[in-house]
């Protein structure tokens, strides 16, 4: 079966889809995705490095995962869809902090052009990653990724991370980062509740 993303237009409104498989490239159009940061129990957090073999920012240290939702789907419900796909563990306690996050990176002549709008969510258990999707996966403290990525000390982190990072960082631990507002997610974009 395809995956389709949603494409989006300057303000972030539904103007169709394509295939995921044939969307990323040098002119990689603006679309619909979202990241997710994973506190485990001990409240770190955990981040990944994508495989090695991905088209887009092979091996790079990232945020627990990333994904797009498909044509409809509610971005919470992806998040769980995702996490449980790409990290084997089953997510809870979804919720959205930065409902207007947006980017574009270029690695190697690929480009990533997406409206992004970032969740924190809980998850118990051990990861079963993905082989396909995730290298490794490392749970650390908050404060050793701000500094990291603040800093440079971090092994290489995407540039979508980086930002994130920066933007949460006001607000210190997880456990703080405010609820953003629905109302301020792209228009193409919908919660379950």
Known sequence: MTELVVLLDPDGAAIGTAAKSEVHHAATPLHLAFSCYLVDDDGRLLM??????????????TNSFCGHPAPGEALDEAVVRRGRQELGLDVGSV???LPGFRYRAEQDGVVEHEMCPVFVATATGAPAPDPAEVDEVRAVPWATLHEGARGGSWPELSPWCVEQVAQLAVHGDPARWPTGDPSALPPAARLSS
Request: aromatic share 12%; glycine share 6%.
């Open 95 to 97: 919720r959205l902090v």
């Open 48 to 61: 990944t490095r994508r495989a090695a073999h991905k088209r887009t920012f092979p091996g790079v240290w």
